[in-house]
């Protein structure tokens, strides 16, 4: 399912309710909603992303005693949005920052 994925469509998304919703509902399932010790008693916050018709690319500060980060990719598939990657990532501003790290380089 990941060769479905295509980095270069995405176009850049500075908050969650830009996403689509498909990949909101698969997030917030996977923790983004989730209560934790963070702003706003939350476990993770959106830090940016990016959508296309067919991929999306969502990265979040998840806190703790030390915070880390994270990106998921979701490919669309069959009429529904799938999680297909994980990475563990540096905070990023950007969604060019977020390829940077969830992009293999081309050799």
Request: glycine content about 10%.
């Amino acid at each position: 399912m990941f060769k479905k994925y295509e980095p270069e469509s995405l176009v850049e998304v500075k908050t969650f309710a830009d996403l689509p919703d498909g990949v909101k509902t698969l997030a917030n399932q996977d923790g983004m909603d989730a209560r934790g010790e963070g702003p706003d008693g939350k476990l993770r916050r959106f830090m940016v992303g990016g959508k296309s018709e067919t991929s999306a690319l969502v990265t979040y500060e998840q806190f703790g005693f030390v915070p880390t980060y994270g990106a998921v990719a979701y490919v669309y598939t069959d009429a529904h949005w799938v999680m297909v990657r994980r990475w563990e990532i540096s905070k990023v501003t950007t969604l060019k920052g977020a390829l940077n790290f969830t992009t293999p380089s081309s050799k």
